[in-house]
């Protein structure tokens, strides 16, 4: 019984610590796209193009996967 009980509580430590990366991860691709989402209304105020805004959005996917799979 003691056995199984330590085994759970290290477990649920090693969820919360889990918990905590994935609220980082996603606060951390919250901020990326809303400064990301900025720059495009910028870009497409000053420049219609597009294009940028395809690379730019790519790009961000990219990030986001690095990010994940480290």
Known sequence: M???QK???LQDEDAAI???RMIRIMMMTTITIGVVVIIITIIMKFLR???II???IIAIII???TTINR
């Open 2 to 4: 003691c056995g199984c």
């Open 7 to 9: 085994r759970s509580r």
């Open 18 to 20: 889990g918990y905590g």
């Open 49 to 51: 193009l597009t294009i």
């Open 54 to 56: 395809i690379i730019i």
């Open 63 to 65: 990030i986001i996967i």
